[in-house]
């Protein structure tokens, strides 16, 4: 390998070097934010479905969820911060704008990266693939307290509606979500 062909290589390594970093850094933040987010509302759903206070087991529910769109709010922001300290996007809002669309996969805005740096659009979609597909996960986790708080309240609506059509579905009339621990 001749000088030359070394050169061209170091916009690659660039490329994976600070790809790869602020890959794990966001996904670390993510699933950092993510895991108490999700304790917070584990937490508060528990002590309100206790209290028979329903409504802010919802509220909690989807104050979570703003929480969680929020976190992938800030990654957008530090891979548009990033593109910015690195001097490849001299605006701001065309920094958050490449981040967001590259990080939601969308791909709406125009590839505006100098032609050595393209390597990092790859590196923020996948950093927004995982975070999202983890900020999807717990919500799914979240959706048992939710719905057991809904059946809860709802219990006599629904057990009328049963009995009117006449139907057994005891799962509708008494939800069941495991409260002790498990090993």
Not at 56 to 82: D, E, G, K
Not at 107 to 135: E, H, N, Q, R
Request: net charge positive.
């Amino acid at each position: 390998m001749d000088a030359q062909q070394i050169i061209q290589t170091v916009p690659l390594w660039q490329n994976l070097a600070v790809g790869a970093v602020a890959l794990f850094v966001l996904l670390w933040i993510n699933v950092f934010f993510q895991r108490r987010i999700s304790l917070n509302f584990e937490i508060n759903a528990r002590v309100n479905l206790s209290r028979k206070r329903y409504n802010r087991v919802f509220l909690n529910y989807f104050t979570s969820i703003i929480y969680l769109i929020l976190v992938q709010c800030l990654a957008i922001a530090l891979w548009a911060l990033i593109l910015r300290v690195l001097g490849l996007v001299m605006s701001p809002l065309d920094a958050l704008l490449f981040a967001g669309s590259c990080y939601t996969t969308i791909g709406i805005v125009s590839d505006i990266m100098p032609d050595t740096w393209k390597l990092l659009a790859v590196f923020i979609a996948l950093s927004g693939l995982f975070s999202v597909a983890l900020s999807t996960a717990v919500m799914l986790n979240m959706s048992p307290l939710f719905r057991f708080a809904w059946l809860k309240k709802h219990s006599k609506k629904i057990q009328q509606i049963l009995k009117k059509k006449k139907l057994d579905l005891p799962e509708l009339i008494a939800p069941r979500v495991d409260f002790t621990e498990t090993d």
